[in-house]
């Protein structure tokens, strides 16, 4: 069966150092997406960065970028020059199989940033 | 655009009672969720739409829920009775079709917190 696991409960940083949420997958399929997602004390669901499976380059997004080993199965969230607004719940989640629309989502990674 | 929309933001209601949680999708998506997050299970996937029709129920809890979407820019979830143990966020999302890709980012609305007493 398909599995996300993020292993850090909580982290605290120091504001404008660089941050990495980890992210680890199970899957047989060649083909799947990954997306991280950030949710504010304010508690929407907000869409951060995707990286599909076939993809040869890491994606990026501004200050976000997504750490792709696709031997290790790992699909690292990296945060740079963090900002204190960075605080936040942040919740990888996978798509399966080819054209499957539903995600699977991790426990998630509280980040803390410190001032 | 105004992404997606979700009403109320806040329900309290006392056992028994019917809940209705209503959501708007961003025009022009194909595809609604319905989730659920608690502390203890997470966020979990209850039902999703493809252009109005149910492709997946599965995550439906039990016959006291239920979802429709009568048309491309409206869904309700409704529980009937409410047990406290339904208290929860109930988030909406939708996502464009693409086709043979799994870009199928999902935008979600702001919740609807719910407390059943």
């Known amino acids: 069966a398909q599995k996300i696991t993020q292993t850090q409960p909580g982290m605290f940083v120091q504001e404008k150092e660089a941050v990495t949420l980890d992210c680890t997958y199970d899957?047989?399929?060649?083909?799947?997406?990954l997306f991280w997602y950030k949710q504010p004390s304010s508690g929407e669901m907000i869409f951060l960065i995707y990286?599909?499976?076939?993809?040869?380059q890491n994606a990026t997004e501004g200050r976000y970028s997504l750490n792709f080993q696709k031997a290790r199965k790992s699909a690292n969230l990296v945060i740079s020059a963090s900002q204190l607004g960075d605080s936040a719940m942040y919740f990888c989640a996978m798509s399966f199989n080819f054209g499957n629309e539903k995600l699977t989502f991790g426990t998630g990674t509280r980040l803390t940033i410190i001032p | 655009d105004a992404g997606v929309i979700q009403s109320p933001r806040h329900e309290v209601t006392e056992m028994g009672q019917e809940v209705t949680l209503r959501c708007k999708p961003i025009s022009g998506h194909d595809y609604l969720f319905w989730y659920r997050q608690t502390m203890m299970r997470g966020l979990e996937l209850l039902i999703y739409?493809?252009?109005?029709?149910?492709?997946?129920d599965s995550g439906m809890p039990e016959d006291r829920f239920s979802a429709k979407m009568p048309n491309a820019s409206f869904s309700t979830l409704k529980i009937q009775p409410s047990e406290p143990r339904d208290s929860a966020v109930y988030f909406c999302?939708?996502?464009?079709?693409?086709?043979?890709?799994?870009?199928?980012?999902?935008?979600f609305g702001a919740g609807t917190r719910l407390s059943v007493l």
């Open positions: 990286q599909g499976s076939y993809d040869e």
């Open positions: 739409f493809n252009n109005n029709v149910p492709i997946d």
């Open positions: 899957t047989s399929d060649q083909s799947y997406g």
């Open positions: 999302a939708s996502s464009p079709f693409h086709i043979g890709a799994h870009e199928n980012i999902q935008y």
